[in-house]
């Protein structure tokens, strides 16, 4: 009756799982930033949040034109992207945000490749690495206390030269003013 | 004549002696058998005889079973219902639980599979993935345009230069 | 849990009787201890397969079974008459033991209860389990008649003779101690 009684608790444990919303928690790339929409006080904000089959869908569409961009995204697991305008109300808590970051990833042995303060401006890039130096996950965090905050986070296989090739090929001018989605 | 029939008591009169004295007979036997030891010395001295051991044996107690017996009873027992694997209703339970739940992840797992984008929203996903990469892009772009302009002059090139015009003076003399 | 409650019941009121009537028929308290334990488990294992009326006469019964089993295999086991005899008086010893050696405990009384125990378990095997389950243990004919697996008349003749070979048992007594 004693093990009749545990078997009982773990399925109930295991029906809950069942209904357990996706999270990716488990992936060694992925980062949770908290609650970010407290910053959300000036006029533009960007946030973007793309899973891995809407990804699958965007390669798959993008396959003749772009194949460099497929290949890409075919590799990711998720891109999240929240960008702030930065202003005297939500400056001091983003830069408190972006320091409590850059605890957590040291403690979660993240690998700190970019680490620059000037004047107004900080930039830190994060790395997490596999065991044959694969990239698994980017975080990127920044602010500019005349312009933008912004938090990214990429989990999957990633090629930073691919990325960085992609980004100056989309750069566009215009980039400092998007609409919310 | 009597005399003999006194002293000679038959097997059926002794059987209904030793039932009245243990007490085991109807009650005309009893009668019988009351008036009969009146009358017959033997008769009484036989039914006084098996009264005394019929009462005595009624006072035999019960062995009174050991503790210990009992005590190791409750182990043995104990042992028997670990055995007990699981009742029916129990099992019926955790059956049906376990069904429901896989039954659920299954048909979650499927619905996950089978989600559909409109066209609309895959070129929408393609806009956000084309910003984000842009974004990055901005970043990286400060970044280095921090360490060629800032870091590198004022925080690596400044310090270089003061150790070098120390060393002229030290070593050259100016 | 009814069983459980069912069970207690039945061992609280049947223990004594059980461990009794092996006592008497096995001459051996180790013995009788052993097949106490038995009947007991026997009778955990097949709790609701019978009626709690009907319990009574299938644990006299069990046990009267085991004993015979017991003492089947004993009597394999002995070669010799004259060990029995010893073993008889070893065996009484066991059943006064505690009782009649201990002076300050010692009736006449006692005594008495003493001698007619030992008669009884000096009784035919036949004789001796109709006795101490009538006598002693308080079943009624028909149980007995059911625990026995014999007739109800062969009860009451068992019984009778039983009576009547204590008392010879007894006299006997009566005459060595004159």
Not at chain 3, 18 to 24: D, H, R
Not at chain 3, 39 to 48: A, D, E, H, S
Not at chain 3, 104 to 130: D, F
């Amino acid at each position: 009756m004693k093990y009749a009684k545990y078997i009982f608790i773990v399925m109930v444990l295991v029906s809950f799982t069942a209904f357990a919303q996706k999270d990716y928690s488990n992936e060694p790339g992925y980062f949770d930033f908290g609650d970010l929409s407290a910053f959300e006080t000036g006029e533009g904000v960007t946030e973007v949040f793309l899973e891995s089959n809407i990804l699958r869908m965007v390669a798959s569409a993008t396959e003749e034109k772009e194949p460099d961009l497929s290949s890409m995204l075919n590799g990711l697991k998720l891109i999240k992207v929240n960008v702030f305008d930065v202003s005297n109300k939500n400056e001091s808590g983003i830069k408190g945000r972006i320091n409590e970051t850059d605890k957590k990833l040291m403690s979660q042995k993240w690998d700190r490749i970019v680490r620059s303060r000037g004047g107004d401006e900080t930039v830190n890039v994060y790395i997490k690495t596999s065991g044959n130096n694969n990239i698994l996950g980017l975080v990127v965090t920044t602010i500019d206390k005349n312009d933008q905050a912004v938090f990214v986070n990429i989990v999957g296989n990633i090629d930073l030269k691919k990325i960085g090739k992609l980004g100056a090929k989309f750069d566009i001018p215009s980039l400092d003013k998007i609409d919310k989605e | 004549m009597q005399d003999k029939k006194l002293n000679s008591i038959s097997e059926e009169i002794l059987d209904k002696i030793i039932a009245v004295a243990y007490k085991d007979t109807s009650l005309n036997d009893r009668i019988s058998i009351y008036f009969l030891a009146k009358r017959n010395p033997k008769v009484k001295k036989l039914l006084i005889e098996y009264r005394e051991t019929a009462g005595n044996v009624k006072k035999v107690p019960l062995e009174e079973c050991p503790d210990s017996v009992i005590n190791s009873l409750k182990i043995e027992t104990r042992k028997e219902k670990k055995s007990f694997f699981i009742k029916p209703v129990y099992a019926f339970a955790i059956i049906v639980l376990f069904v429901s739940a896989l039954v659920f992840v299954l048909t979650n797992q499927n619905k996950e599979k089978e989600t559909v984008y409109s066209k609309v929203e895959v070129e929408q996903a393609e806009i956000q993935v084309k910003t984000s990469l842009a974004i990055l892009n901005k970043v990286f772009k400060k970044t280095e345009n921090l360490i060629e302009d800032d870091i590198l002059p004022k925080r690596v090139g400044k310090p270089i230069q003061k150790s070098f015009s120390i060393i002229n003076e030290v070593l050259i003399g100016g | 849990m009814l069983d459980s409650i069912g069970y207690k019941t039945l061992v609280n009121r049947y223990k004594d009787r059980i461990y009794s009537y092996s006592v008497y028929m096995l001459k051996n308290s180790m013995d009788a201890e052993d097949v106490t334990q038995e009947v007991l488990i026997r009778l955990w294992k097949n709790m609701g397969k019978f009626k709690l009326p009907a319990a009574g006469s299938w644990i006299m019964r069990t046990t009267h079974n085991l004993c015979i089993d017991y003492l089947r295999r004993n009597q394999i086991a002995r070669q010799r008459s004259v060990y029995i005899d010893e073993d008889e008086s070893s065996e009484e010893k066991i059943m006064d033991n505690d009782k009649e050696n201990q002076p300050e405990t010692r009736t006449q009384q006692n005594i008495v209860l003493e001698r007619i125990k030992s008669a009884v378990q000096k009784l035919p095997e036949n004789l001796k389990s109709v006795f101490v389950l009538y006598e002693i243990e308080g079943f009624k004919y028909k149980e007995i008649s059911s625990v026995l697996y014999i007739p109800i008349n062969s009860v009451k003749v068992y019984l009778l003779r039983a009576r009547k070979k204590l008392q010879e048992e007894l006299k006997d007594y009566a005459r060595q101690e004159a």
